[in-house]
């Protein structure tokens, strides 16, 4: 039964099986019986038990025989041995110790000693093995590819497993002089996103957030960006409020979720304008009104179902370009801002939106930190949001840019579209892993690109901020992106 040590009784006579066993008699212990060495043994093997009491003088195979036999098997080596003999002497003491024993019982039994001796030796057992399967259990952890840390109430680091130390760069706690803060850890080295429940989680410390953190190391002329996902569970033992936290690399995921998702913006994007002259162009010439026009009439749309056509080739051919080189952000080719304002005017003529744009006198040459692929990703996510989400499609559009800090842009897109809930406002940014069945670039009630928009501004070294309009329906989508 859990929770009972399992004690073997080795004893060729009955009735000194029956006399252990009433003088044992109470319920934290269950009992097991043997009549020989070699049925000791192979009980000893199909049970592992917690204690052998072992008569010393059995026929055939004597309990110091059995004893030797024990300690030398690799699994039962460490199961203690109590020899129970009528030997008094020096000589058989000396015997019994050679051959591996832990402890000794004289007969006639006394029943306080029997006792206060079992319960000893398995109470030392229980701690020798609890004290194995936690150096195992740290063994495997600190094997582990997937960092582990224990933050104790301050948010000190009271254990890190080797992923988390090369993970954080953190060296090795017992170098620190004091237990080491994760706030302290993670300022140097990352940006912790999203910051306002970073501050809150680091600030109380008493409930780990119901959603996962991020750290992001941002992206260098050197190094790629690194992303990890934090998530925490708190527990409460004799040291107090304890959160265990695991760590997770999710660079690669993230870059595969954020390069689908720029491919199914950037082919909606491109194809969309080539394909609707085309289409245009095609359905003037198949409709009835055909034979009103005259030659140069029809010549003309033809010529421009043409041209669309030959617009769509190329813009397949830069499609499959894009295949072969998905990156879409890097720190030194980034766009000049006083280009940003015509290619929002482009991407909403492309989409068919009517937008009032209002746009800061001192856009400059001054680039962002991100590419033009990048750029054209994230204006078209918001832009085709604002869109996608209003009820008839049709929404009022304002787009704001203005450099109101000398090394920011703010960039603001509002929409009289849906309001939503505040969970969907709290979960806006956050990344998603599970691709949809059929990859559609939205979640319910949220477009599933404005996480990939998230990932691109945080990785620069922006911010992102989403509201509800005050006292009207739709939202406020607010990207404070870093310029150079």
Known sequence: MPGKSLI??????????????????????ELAFA?????????SEALTPDLILLDVMMPGMSGFDVCRQLRKHPRLSEVPIILVTALDDRESRLEGLDAGA???????????????RVRTVTRLNRYRRLHNERARFEWVVDQATQGYLILGAQGEIRYANQSARTLLELGPLDTYPTPPRLRDIVQPHFRPEPADIWQRWLAAMDSPPQVPLYLIRMETELSAALWLELTALAQSDRNGLEQLVSIRDITTQLTTQRDTWTFHSMVMHKLNTPLQT??????????????????????TLA?????????????????????????????????????????????????????????????????LHLSMRAVECVLWELLENAQKFHPAHAP???????????????FCVID?????????????????YQAEKHFTGEMPGIGLGLSMVAALVWECGGRCHFQNRDGQ????????????
Request: hydrophobic fraction near 45%.
């Open 8 to 29: 073997l009784i080795v004893d060729d006579a009955p009735l000194g099986r029956e006399t252990l066993a009433s003088l044992l008699a109470i319920p934290d212990y």
């Open 35 to 43: 009549g020989d060495g070699p049925t000791a043994l192979a009980m």
């Open 102 to 116: 832990d402890d000794f019982v004289t007969k006639p039994i006394d029943r306080a000693e029997l006792r206060v």
């Open 278 to 299: 085309v289409l245009g162009g095609l359905e003037l010439i198949s409709s009835e009104l055909i034979d009103e026009m005259s030659k140069d009439e029809m010549r």
């Open 303 to 367: 010529l421009l179902a043409q041209g669309g056509a030959h617009r769509l080739g190329a813009t397949i051919a830069d499609i499959l370009q894009y295949i072969k080189a998905p990156v879409i952000a890097r720190a030194g080719d980034g766009v000049e801002i006083q280009r940003l304002p015509a290619l929002v005017e482009q991407i909403a003529a492309d989409l068919g939106l009517s937008i009032q744009l209002h746009t800061d006198p001192n856009l400059d040459t001054r680039k």
């Open 396 to 410: 009022e559009v304002i787009v704001k840019m203005a450099c109101d800090a000398p090394d920011v842009l703010d």
């Open 416 to 432: 009289n579209g849906i309001t939503l809930s505040p969970e969907q406002v709290a979960r806006v940014w956050m990344p998603y």
């Open 473 to 484: 329906p739709g939202v406020m989508v607010q990207l404070q992106l870093p310029v150079r």
